[in-house]
């Protein structure tokens, strides 16, 4: 009986599995089709001989509007961005974590709650007054714009993943090494952070996740050169000019999304092992 039940289990994880998988092969089954295979064959055939021509058309030939230099700018241009904004935002975050329940002061408590505010507000609410400030900051139209965004924008997730984990911390070992000598910075790097791996991976993740994945702030806040590559993806599906390639599209939707399923392919068991570890806790 516990076999068979198992075998059950077994069979509905598998059928669950390719049930979700099966968009992720038509895309890549098609990416690999010339246009007559597309035509001529049905939806889930497999590809009669395996062409990477629409692979590299979207790459760096594709048109996206009036350019046709396919992805690679805009690739370049959410690399340029993602990097800075998720370290620096996941460093803030963790700063932020030690201050609330290491360092308490007044209004400690009431500070975090307010942040709280920054996780359920819609992104549409800050549009206005984020480019007024990146105008005044000199920031418009720029890599460095996006990343201010990012940055702000991912600070209260940031701090409410540390905040939770750290709590876990005894506080014990904070003030041995106040008595010690040790100062808020020396803790900070030589005990806080060597504890914070399993929550730094999940904040990595979920802010480089959040950050190459968004389209909103990056057809808002970009300009002509430094949108990034969900911007370039969308100007490139919608070009309307000449024969639809099929092909093309679907390459370059797994271009757009291959960095972040590599990173969870990569890293996604650290991922859950920190969520586990405490950072939904509190």
Request: charged content about 10%; glycine content about 8%; some cysteine.
């Amino acid at each position: 009986m516990a076999k068979s039940g198992r075998f059950v289990i077994y069979a509905v994880l598998l059928l669950a599995a390719l049930f979700y998988l099966m968009p992720m092969y038509v895309m890549l089954s098609t990416s690999l089709k010339s246009m007559d295979d597309i035509r001529n064959g049905g939806l889930l055939a497999l590809p009669s001989a395996l062409d990477f021509t629409a692979w590299l058309k979207a790459w760096s030939g594709a048109c996206t509007g009036i350019e046709c230099s396919g992805l690679k700018p805009y690739f370049l241009n959410s690399v340029m961005m993602v990097v800075p904004a998720v370290l620096t935002s996941t460093l803030l975050g963790a700063i932020n974590g030690y201050v609330l329940t290491k360092w308490r002061f007044k209004g400690s408590d009431l500070i975090f709650s307010l942040m709280l505010f920054g996780v359920f507000m819609p992104l549409q609410v800050v549009l206005l007054p984020m480019s007024q400030t990146l105008g005044w900051l000199g920031l418009t139209e720029s890599i460095w714009g996006l990343v201010t965004v990012h940055v702000l924008m991912g600070i209260a997730s940031t701090t409410l993943f540390f905040r939770n984990y750290y709590i876990s911390i005894p506080d014990e070992l904070v003030k041995a090494a106040t008595l010690d000598g040790a100062g808020f910075f020396r803790i900070f790097w030589r005990i806080i952070l060597p504890l914070s791996t399993p929550i730094f991976m999940v904040t990595l993740i979920w802010q480089f996740t959040n950050i190459w994945n968004d389209f909103l702030f990056g057809v808002v806040f970009s300009g002509a050169d430094s949108k990034p590559i969900t911007v370039g993806l969308n100007n490139l599906v919608n070009t309307s000019t000449g024969v639809k390639e099929y092909n093309v599209d679907m390459a370059a939707a797994i271009i757009a999304g291959l960095p972040t399923m590599l990173v969870y392919l990569i890293a996604g068991k650290y991922f859950v092992r920190g969520l586990t570890a405490g950072a939904v806790k509190g």
